[in-house]
């Protein structure tokens, strides 16, 4: 029960909260770079946790996994934090954790782990908005090299638009128009880049390093 509830309460009644007051919630997580949010925008198993874990480990602070909220006003876009853990799957949490199968699961009958994040975990956690430079869209294949490409508007919108949460909740809402207007003002403000790179988490320091250049 203590699993459905945080999944309910941390998940779709944040996010509905959220877009109640006009904030989009994103499907995605994002660390903090020289005062900057970065967002990475995917769906579940898309390798969002994995690039924000990276930027990890290589000294960055989380801010958000999973859920990004963001607030547009005027000419600036932040990233709101959520809050200190990731949810991983051993397989992944193995290269960041020494033993994950010791971890506590973030939902009973699913093997997906909650990996803290902060003195009593791994790395550190920003605890305030941070203004948002970038969304990257992630991209793995097999063995290519690690490219970042910009993406055009048109494509970005729907990208931001494809991966918010509670898209026919909103729409039954009839909040659906605010929240365009809102990504759509968001798109012209910060880059959306499609980021191409291999599986494994050898590839990780060269995918972080990557990302932090494009931020130069």
Known sequence: MRYALELWLLGTVLAFWLEWRGVPALHASAGCAHGHAIGFLASKQGGKSTLAMALLQEGHP??????LPVDVEGDTACGRP??????M????????????????????????RRVPVGPNGVGTFCDESQPLSALYLPERADDPPIEVQPV?????LQAVLRHSFLPRLVEATGWQSQRLDTLAQLVKQIPVRRLTYPSGPEHLPRIADAVLDAEA
Not at 62 to 67: A, G, P, Q, V
Not at 82 to 87: L, N
């Open 62 to 67: 989380l801010l958000t996994d999973d859920l």
């Open 152 to 156: 055009a508007p048109t494509d970005a």
């Open 89 to 112: 799957w051993p397989d992944h949490a193995r290269h960041f954790v020494e033993d994950p199968e010791s971890l506590r699961r973030a939902h009973p009958y699913i093997e997906k």
């Open 82 to 87: 959520g809050y200190p853990q990731m949810r």
